[in-house]
């Protein structure tokens, strides 16, 4: 299978296995992963962790022979596909960490984007090199880029089309943290600051920072008071301050 779907202590794990073809996202593959989607938002982990089989890549991007000779129906259908999988990614209740291991490049690099975290080591390589190709990205990548690293970085990015070592993707806010290891290991290691916590409680936070950059400053004080106040209704805020109060760890029922 292209995708596997593990559960490691309590997080999801989504594997892209094609080591052989760079981990390189086929419009079947992305079918794929959207139904293995759905069985991420139906299980329990608190947090989901993307990586790629194999030494070389994170995900190269697109089949380019897949591409080639397509109408421009066939074309738009499959930019929508690309986007609407990743959105499904980035609209996950729970936290979602790429790991990038090697190249992430178009698609690859899209996917990384959709994530809320990107951890990287020192062997990554992120670029969107669609302008070589006379494309553009298609995936996400124009519009989630430039709100995470920028404007004009996003811009010198996507119209050079070229290659960000892992360090310099650290110093642009591009990735989260650069580290040596092996990638399913530093997604758990990452994840850990996080999932031990309510699972509503971080989907509120999520939602209430994701946001921010999209409505006014009063809007999102009201937004933020409204979804404190919808965390504040549940069993697990009760439970937090009363396991304060009594100096205990709580257990949360995430409800």
């Known amino acids: 299978m292209p995708i596997q779907l593990t559960q490691r202590d309590r997080a999801a794990v989504v594997t892209l296995d094609r080591p052989e073809a760079?981990?390189?996202?086929?419009?079947?593959?992305?079918?794929?992963?959207?139904?293995?989607?759905?069985?991420?938002?139906?299980?329990?982990?608190?947090?989901?962790?993307?990586?790629?089989?194999?030494?070389k890549a994170f995900c190269?991007?697109?089949?380019?022979?897949?591409?080639?000779?397509?109408?421009?129906v066939a074309q738009r259908r499959g930019a929508q596909l690309?986007?609407?999988?990743?959105?499904?990614?980035?609209?996950?209740?729970?936290?979602?960490i790429a790991v990038v291991h090697g190249f992430a490049l178009g698609g690859g690099c899209e996917l990384a984007l959709a994530c809320d975290f990107r951890v990287a080591t020192p062997k990554a390589r992120f670029g969107l090199p669609e302008i070589k190709l006379g494309l553009i990205p298609g995936y996400g990548g124009t519009q989630r880029l430039?709100?995470?690293?920028?404007?004009?970085?996003?811009?010198?990015?996507?119209?050079?089309g070229r290659t960000v070592r892992a360090d310099e993707a650290l110093s642009m806010g591009l990735?989260?943290?650069?580290?040596?290891?092996?990638p399913v290991a530093l997604g758990l290691a990452f994840a850990e600051a996080f999932t031990g916590y309510s699972r509503p409680a971080l989907s509120f936070a999520r939602d209430a920072v994701r946001r921010a950059a999209d409505v006014s400053l009063a809007d999102g004080l009201s937004l933020e008071a409204d979804l404190s106040t919808l965390a504040y209704r549940m069993a697990d805020a009760e439970e937090g301050m009363a396991a304060f109060q009594e100096k205990r760890d709580p257990e949360w029922r995430d409800e």
């Open 22 to 55: 760079l981990n390189a996202l086929s419009f079947a593959i992305l079918e794929e992963l959207d139904g293995v989607l759905d069985e991420v938002a139906a299980s329990d982990a608190r947090a989901l962790i993307v990586a790629g089989a194999g030494d």
């Open 60 to 72: 190269a991007g697109a089949d380019i022979p897949e591409l080639r000779h397509r109408d421009l």
């Open 82 to 96: 690309g986007q609407r999988v990743f959105e499904r990614v980035a609209q996950l209740e729970i936290p979602s």
């Open 146 to 160: 430039p709100r995470l690293i920028g404007e004009a970085r996003a811009l010198e990015m996507i119209l050079s």
């Open 175 to 182: 990735v989260n943290r650069v580290e040596e290891g092996d």
